[in-house]
């Protein structure tokens, strides 16, 4: 690979590189605000620029600038190399490029630093942006000056609503064009565009249009300060209280990486961020998925029941032991679930194992709005991990048949919810003899459910999770589980013991010992890595952002059981 | 035997010895030293009460600050606190009487003690700032676990949390009483009297400011 140097560091790049990239790629920043992986490069922030050292046999391009003598008291001609944007400059072999090295450049960062904060409200307690904000970092890193101008700043638009998603700040805007760029280049709706020039420039939505679509949140996740923030996410935390979790956007097929950022004090997720993973997702997620992370607390889980009435734990398991115990094994079905991690599934379909239960059945949520950038039809986040581990097994519907029929009678299922929600398949499931439902969200199962066994949602337990393109995913835990809830595979632990079997799981190293034993080959690997592994993108695709330390497990002891 | 360790000859005494009054039958009995301290006190309090009477000498009450008195009836009378003393908070207001506060969190985020607690919201539908900026629905501040450090008064970007009440800690007999919410923290007044901030600023609704839509260019 070839390779240029980045103040005397060899960095290699790939033909076609610009200098930022391959830079960025080695996990040296050069700052900037208008350079995104994901977007093209228009270099109109200028906070990029580098020095360019001239080759063997090329002459250095200089300017002549005035500088200010303080021993003469007057100004001095000197020269300056003419610097150059990094994220347009392509990577040249041998190269010679300095960037925190040079004078110059740290000269004209802090001068471009400056103009974009001249006329900046710096209105930082009331802007959502504050704690991660590049006008922020850089004026610490780069500038740290305090303003020079007197004058009252220009005045521009606030608060003005882009559409049902974003609202936009005209003064706190750096015009870096991301979000101009993102409509165009990658939600293909060209929706925004900028208008006035010099210090009355401003970002605004096409005429008789609004700021929406399935990408919207997106142009306030490129934004590099605070001037689009997402009417979800506005006025609701500050982001310094906020931590991360590496996790599977659980919306649809596709398996979009995602932090899942929650207030560890308050034991609540607040927004999802995508994760940019090249084989998955690249930089982007959409609308529906960005919101996904309500389903943390909403439509929750969280205590037992037996018919209606919220009971224990032991409770609701000894009723199911009952229940279960004198009926005919093969009148028991078992049912997994797309929505459910792949932990989960394994767990429920060795419980039916060990039941000697009959036929096999999978269920999910139904199928919704596909596009061909991110989102799939299919909206659950494990259909083909299922697939993987019940490759015979029958669909939601034949099971419903098999209901009508009488040769299916008892039931236990994983995960409440189902493709549809009919009147009539609710006739069907009150058939049924005993309905037991391990779930962390109610659905059409839950409600139809004589037992139901609350089960930690995907925020609140670590799991694996299989997209639409085979990449077994892991999820990080999040959130301490809620409520009575506990993972489904130790439910299926604990339903089994109840029963007075014996399960061959304690904990959840157990249950994946036992599925690196039955994936394929070509899988394996990945998931003796998953513990530690952020994402799992097969070995051929290198990581495209550098990978961070892993979080520190710090913060609350959980919760003890039953609290 | 011999000694391993011979025995180290005492240091010289650096010191001389006190003579002792002898213990007479006077001394023992300790009366004349009581009448004559009795005798100095009372010699003060005649001479004190007769100058004063004369009026030659400050009264200790009235003229508290005068020259020559040393003593104050506290709690009746205060010493006064210097000008950046760090009293018990408050929270200023608007020129409207509205909270100042924006709930940015940079208080309880810059709180060494943790006492600080802040409910955020927004203002209701209607009110000029909605959309623009939130306030804060509950803020609490635990004065018994306060260290009056002043870290959240340089903390805050709006100037609306101050500790220049003058009020000391105040003793209560229950903790709950020293809880201090948004309505007791909003009606201290500063030591001048005053609620509202000097810090003016752009609000939502001045001539000066941008406003909330794009019609003004």
Not at chain 1, 175 to 191: G, L, N, Q, S, W
Not at chain 1, 265 to 275: G, I, K, L
Not at chain 1, 344 to 371: F, S
Not at chain 1, 390 to 414: C, F, N, W
């Given at each position: 690979?070839?390779?240029?140097?980045?103040?005397?560091?060899?960095?290699?790049?790939?033909?076609?590189?610009?200098?930022?990239?391959?830079?960025?790629?080695?996990?040296?920043?050069?700052?900037?605000?208008?350079?995104?992986?994901?977007?093209?490069?228009?270099?109109?922030?200028?906070?990029?620029?580098?020095?360019?050292?001239?080759?063997?046999?090329?002459?250095?391009?200089?300017?002549?600038?005035?500088?200010?003598?303080?021993?003469?008291?007057?100004?001095?001609?000197?020269?300056?190399?003419?610097?150059?944007?990094?994220?347009?400059?392509?990577?040249?072999?041998?190269?010679?490029?300095?960037?925190?090295?040079?004078?110059?450049?740290?000269?004209?960062?802090?001068?471009?630093?400056?103009?974009?904060?001249?006329?900046?409200?710096?209105?930082?307690?009331?802007?959502?942006?504050?704690?991660?904000?590049?006008?922020?970092?850089?004026?610490?890193?780069?500038?740290?000056?305090?303003?020079?101008?007197?004058?009252?700043?220009?005045?521009?638009?606030?608060?003005?609503?882009?559409?049902?998603?974003?609202?936009?700040?005209?003064?706190?805007?750096?015009?870096?064009?991301?979000?101009?760029?993102?409509?165009?280049?990658?939600?293909?709706?060209?929706?925004?565009?900028?208008?006035?020039?010099?210090?009355?420039?401003?970002?605004?939505?096409?005429?008789?249009?609004?700021?929406?679509?399935?990408?919207?949140?997106?142009?306030?996740?490129?934004?590099?300060?605070?001037?689009?923030?997402?009417?979800?996410?506005?006025?609701?935390?500050?982001?310094?209280?906020?931590?991360?979790?590496?996790t599977?956007?659980q919306?649809?097929?596709?398996?979009?990486?995602?932090?899942l950022?929650?207030?560890?004090?308050?034991?609540?997720a607040?927004?999802?961020?995508?994760?940019?993973?090249?084989?998955?997702?690249?930089?982007?997620?959409?609308?529906?998925?960005?919101?996904t992370y309500h389903a943390a607390h909403d439509g929750r889980v969280i205590?037992?029941?037996?018919?209606?009435?919220?009971?224990?734990?032991?409770?609701?398991?000894?009723?199911?032991?009952?229940?279960?115990?004198?009926?005919?094994?093969?009148?028991?079905?078992?049912?997994?679930?797309?929505q459910h991690s792949?932990?989960d599934?394994?767990?429920?379909?060795?419980?039916?194992?060990?039941?000697?239960?009959?036929?096999?059945?999978?269920?999910?949520?139904?199928?919704?709005?596909?596009?061909?950038?991110?989102?799939?039809?299919?909206?659950?986040s494990?259909?083909?991990?299922?697939?993987?581990?019940?490759?015979?097994?029958?669909?939601?519907?034949?099971?419903?048949?098999?209901?009508?029929?009488?040769?299916?009678?008892?039931?236990?299922?994983?995960g409440g919810?189902?493709?549809?929600?009919?009147?009539?398949?609710?006739?069907?499931?009150?058939?049924?003899?005993?309905?037991?439902?391990?779930a962390s969200h109610e659905?059409?199962?839950?409600?139809?459910?004589?037992?139901?066994?609350p089960a930690t949602s995907w925020a609140e337990h670590?799991g694996?999770?299989?997209?639409?393109?085979?990449?077994?995913?892991?999820s990080?835990r999040a959130l301490f589980a809620q409520g009575?809830s506990k993972p489904a595979?130790?439910?299926?632990?604990?339903?089994?013991?109840?029963?007075?079997?014996?399960?061959?799981?304690?904990?959840?190293?157990?249950?994946?010992?036992?599925?690196?034993?039955?994936?394929?080959?070509?899988?394996?690997?990945?998931?003796?890595?998953?513990?530690?592994?952020?994402?799992?993108?097969?070995?051929?695709?290198?990581?495209?952002?550098?990978?961070?330390?892993?979080?520190?497990?710090?913060?609350?002891?959980?919760?003890?059981?039953?609290? | 035997?011999?000694?391993?360790?011979?025995?180290?000859?005492?240091?010289?005494?650096?010191?001389?010895?006190?003579?002792?009054?002898?213990?007479?039958?006077?001394?023992?009995?300790?009366?004349?030293?009581?009448?004559?301290?009795?005798?100095?006190?009372?010699?003060?309090?005649?001479?004190?009460?007769?100058?004063?009477?004369?009026?030659?000498?400050?009264?200790?009450?009235?003229?508290?600050?005068?020259?020559?008195?040393?003593?104050?009836?506290?709690?009746?009378?205060?010493?006064?606190?210097?000008?950046?003393?760090?009293?018990?908070?408050?929270?200023?207001?608007?020129?409207?009487?509205?909270?100042?506060?924006?709930?940015?969190?940079?208080?309880?985020?810059?709180?060494?003690?943790?006492?600080?607690?802040?409910?955020?919201?927004?203002?209701?539908?209607?009110?000029?700032?909605?959309?623009?900026?939130?306030?804060?629905?509950?803020?609490?501040?635990?004065?018994?676990?306060?260290?009056?450090?002043?870290?959240?008064?340089?903390?805050?970007?709006?100037?609306?949390?101050?500790?220049?009440?003058?009020?000391?800690?105040?003793?209560?007999?229950?903790?709950?009483?020293?809880?201090?919410?948004?309505?007791?923290?909003?009606?201290?007044?500063?030591?001048?009297?005053?609620?509202?901030?000097?810090?003016?600023?752009?609000?939502?609704?001045?001539?000066?400011?941008?406003?909330?839509?794009?019609?003004?260019?």
């Amino acid at each position: 690979m070839p390779t240029f140097k980045l103040d005397g560091k060899d960095v290699p790049f790939e033909p076609g590189d610009s200098i930022i990239k391959a830079a960025a790629r080695q996990g040296i920043e050069i700052p900037h605000y208008c350079w995104h992986g994901g977007l093209s490069s228009p270099a109109n922030c200028r906070m990029c620029l580098v020095e360019l050292k001239p080759t063997a046999n090329q002459r250095a391009m200089m300017l002549d600038v005035v500088e200010w003598d303080t021993a003469l008291q007057d100004y001095r001609p000197v020269q300056k190399p003419k610097l150059q944007p990094a994220c347009q400059y392509a990577a040249v072999e041998n190269q010679e490029v300095l960037a925190d090295t040079s004078k110059h450049v740290l000269q004209a960062r802090a001068a471009v630093q400056e103009l974009l904060l001249l006329n900046h409200p710096v209105d930082c307690p009331i802007c959502d942006q504050a704690g991660e904000c590049k006008l922020q970092d850089y004026w610490l890193e780069h500038q740290q000056t305090q303003k020079r101008m007197l004058d009252e700043p220009v005045h521009k638009p606030k608060a003005v609503v882009f559409g049902p998603t974003i609202v936009y700040d005209a003064e706190r805007c750096v015009m870096c064009t991301r979000c101009i760029r993102f409509m165009d280049e990658v939600a293909k709706d060209p929706v925004l565009d900028m208008r006035e020039r010099g210090n009355l420039n401003e970002v605004f939505v096409a005429p008789g249009r609004q700021l929406e679509g399935h990408y919207t949140f997106m142009t306030e996740h490129v934004c590099p300060v605070g001037a689009l923030t997402t009417k979800d996410f506005r006025f609701k935390a500050r982001v310094w209280f906020l931590k991360s979790a590496k996790t599977v956007c659980q919306g649809c097929a596709t398996g979009c990486n995602a932090h899942l950022d929650f207030d560890p004090r308050t034991n609540r997720a607040h927004r999802y961020r995508p994760r940019d993973n090249e084989a998955v997702n690249k930089y982007w997620m959409c609308d529906e998925g960005m919101l996904t992370y309500h389903a943390a607390h909403d439509g929750r889980v969280i205590e037992a029941r037996i018919g209606s009435k919220h009971v224990g734990l032991a409770a609701a398991l000894k009723e199911a032991s009952k229940r279960l115990g004198d009926v005919p094994k093969s009148a028991i079905a078992v049912v997994l679930s797309a929505q459910h991690s792949l932990e989960d599934n394994w767990a429920v379909r060795e419980l039916g194992k060990l039941l000697g239960a009959g036929t096999l059945y999978a269920a999910g949520a139904g199928v919704g709005y596909a596009d061909d950038i991110l989102i799939d039809a299919d909206k659950n986040s494990n259909t083909a991990g299922v697939k993987e581990l019940a490759p015979e097994s029958k669909t939601y519907a034949q099971l419903l048949d098999d209901m009508r029929a009488g040769r299916v009678s008892h039931v236990i299922a994983l995960g409440g919810l189902t493709p549809r929600l009919d009147p009539e398949d609710a006739t069907a499931l009150g058939m049924l003899g005993t309905l037991v439902v391990l779930a962390s969200h109610e659905g059409a199962l839950t409600q139809a459910a004589h037992i139901v066994l609350p089960a930690t949602s995907w925020a609140e337990h670590a799991g694996t999770y299989v997209n639409r393109q085979r990449l077994h995913q892991v999820s990080e835990r999040a959130l301490f589980a809620q409520g009575a809830s506990k993972p489904a595979w130790e439910l299926a632990r604990l339903l089994a013991g109840a029963m007075g079997l014996e399960a061959s799981w304690v904990k959840l190293k157990d249950v994946r010992a036992n599925l690196i034993g039955e994936s394929p080959i070509s899988t394996r690997d990945f998931l003796e890595v998953a513990p530690s592994a952020s994402s799992i993108v097969p070995p051929s695709l290198p990581p495209l952002s550098p990978t961070r330390p892993p979080r520190p497990s710090g913060g609350p002891p959980p919760p003890p059981p039953g609290a | 035997m011999a000694r391993a360790f011979p025995k180290k000859p005492p240091a010289p005494l650096n010191a001389t010895l006190l003579a002792y009054a002898e213990r007479t039958a006077s001394v023992q009995s300790y009366l004349p030293e009581i009448l004559g301290g009795i005798g100095a006190t009372m010699s003060h309090f005649f001479k004190n009460t007769r100058d004063m009477l004369k009026g030659s000498r400050p009264d200790p009450v009235t003229e508290r600050y005068a020259d020559g008195i040393t003593t104050i009836s506290y709690p009746e009378q205060k010493r006064p606190y210097p000008e950046r003393f760090r009293g018990m908070h408050r929270l200023t207001t608007r020129e409207d009487d509205s909270i100042r506060c924006v709930a940015c969190l940079c208080c309880s985020t810059a709180c060494p003690a943790q006492c600080i607690h802040i409910e955020a919201g927004e203002y209701p539908e209607g009110d000029k700032r909605r959309g623009y900026e939130r306030y804060p629905v509950k803020f609490v501040i635990d004065e018994l676990r306060c260290i009056f450090c002043g870290f959240c008064v340089e903390a805050c970007p709006c100037d609306a949390i101050r500790m220049d009440t003058g009020i000391h800690a105040v003793p209560y007999d229950s903790r709950d009483q020293f809880i201090y919410t948004k309505d007791l923290l909003t009606s201290m007044a500063g030591r001048d009297g005053s609620h509202q901030t000097g810090n003016a600023r752009h609000e939502p609704g001045d001539p000066s400011h941008p406003g909330l839509d794009r019609e003004h260019h």
